[in-house]
């Protein structure tokens, strides 16, 4: 499998490799560096990151912008899935188990930040894991599916809404189809 790499060399300074990185996340999640390294200077203070930062220096975990990611299939349902968040009324999310498989992403865990970003893919929130399921589709729960705050926010209208999404992409969904679904604290939001 061919896997795009990027090195650094020991001359660079650590500046241009800030830079680099920058770039990557950019061109990764299509939003501009500066704008996500902004979000990030400020709303890392809420995730209570970098306590010790004065006698330790900041450890590039911490001094890089956690993964961002827009919620739903199209800059419309980002926005009205970013709206509920912001109210208050969405504190959940679900995701198909196999795309992580499929793009080698590891799974969710509990104290996991991302920042979310609107459908013009402007950082807007900055969020960590409370709680992570790995379940199946059928066995999500009442509660659960209440807790993503979309529609009517029943486990029918739940079930309805997903199926759609992830039919549109070519996905069949059956109640044996693996999910993770995860629960989350809003920390910062503009």
Known sequence: M??????????????DVD?????????????????????????????R???????MGTPWSEALA???WSFGDSADLANELL???????????????????DEEEPLPKVGDLSIILDGASHPR????????????????TPEQAAAEG????TLESWRQAHREVWERRGLAITDDT????????VLYSV
């Open 2 to 15: 061919d896997e795009e790499r990027t090195t650094f060399s020991d001359d660079e300074s650590l500046a």
């Open 19 to 47: 830079d680099q990185v920058s770039q990557l996340m950019a061109a990764q999640t299509g939003v501009e560096a500066d704008e996500l390294q902004d979000f990030w200077s400020v709303a890392s203070r809420y995730a």
């Open 49 to 55: 990151l970098g306590d010790l930062e004065v006698f």
């Open 66 to 68: 956690p993964e961002a």
């Open 83 to 101: 709206a509920l968040v912001l109210a208050g009324k969405k504190t959940a999310t679900t995701g198909l188990y196999q795309e992580y498989v």
């Open 125 to 140: 929130a900055l969020v960590r894991d409370q709680e992570v399921v790995i379940t199946t589709f059928g066995d999500v």
């Open 150 to 153: 979309e529609g009517d926010r």
């Open 178 to 185: 693996k999910v993770v679904w995860e629960r989350f604290k």
